[in-house]
């Protein structure tokens, strides 16, 4: 396989549950803002605009500290190898591979959307968590604005809100993010996966450099906004050797929490990432995948409730030590979870009509 200029994905692999054709490029691969040198890439960005019904996902999972969510985008452009949210682009018909980094969806009636669940009678605040599935700071935000308009409404009526991304485009919303950390509603991680800015171009092509995240982790700080550091995810013989190196740097920036995650495959993602390594790291891509097979009893991913984020073998556990040890050694704590203030949440009246009060 050869390597494609700004994205990570290497092909457009079908996905394998929902028998779907196989997507080839279509030929129209103009993206203005990488015309640098005057050749044009070779995989363009297109944008969709969804119209759903509602926006706020539940779910009961057991094993994750949240039981609500909103995704602004559908795709990813930040084009993360690793991603696991690649296989819900097949609910779109196309490939979690290139697909999911080039054909993307916008939302535009979140916050709308947001305002018309809160204001059910029935509803019950806690936090909803944006960033889970998809980067609600990726390059698109920049012209929809979507994820801030969801921070407005959750300002609006003191709701609380986590946020997960890979971008320093945080920092835009410094304004409302400030407004929230002073009511206890708001806490952002941002994730980090490696201090080498050319490996980082590998893994997460069109993610903020390194040194910008870091920058923005010490910026959220420097505000009074709750910021976490996440060293996620870890790769076994590609990025394991930054642990304490991320840890350090992090700790110079004021950041007091950080968690880990180590990488996992579901699905179409492994041989998505089996074609990454062949491509660019082909003498220790059977390494790697070894590692991570022993850490996920003999398989590429482990499913299972409970057993997915809590990889076992010698080499997890020597890295969970190695991570406990860094982050002791730096005055920091291992973030599980974030409980924010549910108790000011106001619930806003429905659309068309006028308060009281």
Known sequence: ??????????????????????????????????????????????VTELHPKTI?????????PFDRSINAYNGCEHGCIYCFARPSHAYHDLS????????????????????????????????????????????????????????EVCLETRHPVTIVTKSDRVLADLDLLRQLAERDLVSVGISVTSLDPRLSRL???????????????????????????????????????????????????????????????????????????ETHFPERAGKVMAIIREMRGGRD?????????????????TLRARFKIAVRRHGMESVERVDLDCSQFRRPSPAGQLDLF
């Open 301 to 317: 991913n482990d499913p299972r409730f409970g057993e997915r984020f809590r990889p076992s073998s010698a080499w997890a556990d």
């Open 96 to 151: 979690p591979g290139l697909d999911f980094e080039t054909r993307l969806f916008a939302k535009p009636d979140a916050a709308r959307l947001l305002r018309e669940t809160l204001a059910r009678p029935g509803y019950r605040p806690a936090p909803i968590a944006m960033g889970t599935n998809t980067d609600p700071y990726q390059p698109i935000e920049a012209r929809y604005r979507v994820t801030r308009e969801v921070l």
């Open 203 to 277: 893994l997460e092509p069109r993610a903020a450099a390194p040194a910008k995240r870091l920058a923005a982790l010490g910026r959220l700080v420097e505000a009074g906004v709750p910021a976490h550091a996440m060293i996620a995810p870890v790769i076994p013989a590609i990025t394991d050797g930054d642990l304490e190196g991320l840890v350090a740097a992090c700790a110079e920036r004021g950041v007091r929490r950080a968690s880990w995650i180590m990488v996992r495959l579901p699905n179409e993602v492994a041989p998505l990432f089996r074609e990454w390594l």
């Open 56 to 64: 706020v996902s539940f779910n009961k999972s057991p094993d994750v």
């Open 1 to 46: 396989m050869k390597a494609i200029k700004g994205r990570g994905a290497v092909s457009n692999q079908t996905s394998t549950r929902f028998n779907l054709a196989q997507h080839e490029s279509d030929g129209d691969w103009l993206d203005d803002r990488e015309q640098v040198d005057g050749t044009p890439p070779p995989v363009s960005t297109v």
